[in-house]
């Protein structure tokens, strides 16, 4: 049983829309290969 979207919360919406504004502009490129190459050079923070 699929369950109601009921949006998002206000703190995780400027990392979505940043992530199909990604998206967005990278269509039609390999974006696996893009995202490992960017995690490589600046890998994520342990906060």
């Known amino acids: 049983m699929m369950s109601r979207f009921r949006g ?3 703190s ?3 990392l979505s829309f ?3 504004e990604f998206r967005n502009n990278r269509s039609g490129q390999d974006l696996y290969h893009m ?3 960017l995690c490589r ?3 994520p923070s342990e906060s």
């Open 41 to 43: 050079e600046n890998p």
């Open 18 to 20: 940043k992530e199909s």
């Open 8 to 10: 998002m919360r206000p």
């Open 35 to 37: 995202v490992m190459k």
């Open 12 to 14: 995780k919406f400027y």
